[in-house]
């Protein structure tokens, strides 16, 4: 739980002016460590969000004119990781799908040797 900013001021005036910080932790019911942290640093840190990398809209007109490209070479492309673009053709609904003539191609060859193999 983030404490406010004037708790934490409060918690370091009473120090300053000859408190203890242990006495200060019992007075405004914070534990010591925090106190510790805050005599270092008053202020919170602030978080900063990365810039994503990856541009959808790129991405889903390389999918388009590279419909076969694997994960890894868009990535080298795009400069992510796979991981990454994986992750946006999930958010975008878009599956691999195999091509339906080498799925025919597989199934006639297995029925080929399943026949040769018959009489065996």
């Known amino acids: ?3 406010s900013l004037d ?3 409060k918690v370091i005036n009473y120090i300053e002016n000859g408190g203890s910080p242990s006495k200060a932790s019992k ?4 534990g010591r460590a925090s106190i510790y942290r805050w005599l270092e640093r008053v202020e919170p840190i602030e978080v ?3 810039n994503r990398k ?3 809209k790129a991405l889903e007109q ?10 890894i070479d868009r990535a080298k492309k795009f400069g992510v990781r796979p991981s990454a673009i994986s992750y946006a053709l999930k ?8 091509n339906n003539l080498d799925i025919a191609k597989e ?14």
């Not at 999918?63 to 994960?71: G, M, S, V």
């Not at 958010?91 to 195999?98: G, L, N, P, Q, W």
């Not at 060859?109 to 026949?115: D, G, H, R, V």
């Open 91 to 98: 958010e975008m609904k878009i599956t691999r799908k195999k």
């Open 7 to 9: 708790l934490r001021k």
């Open 62 to 71: 390389d999918i388009q004119t590279n419909p076969e490209a694997r994960l």
């Open 48 to 50: 900063k969000r990365r």
């Open 27 to 30: 007075v405004f019911q914070v």
């Open 107 to 120: 199934t006639d060859k297995k029925e080929l040797n399943i026949i040769e193999n018959w009489g065996n």
């Open 1 to 3: 739980m983030a404490y």
């Open 54 to 56: 990856l541009n959808w």
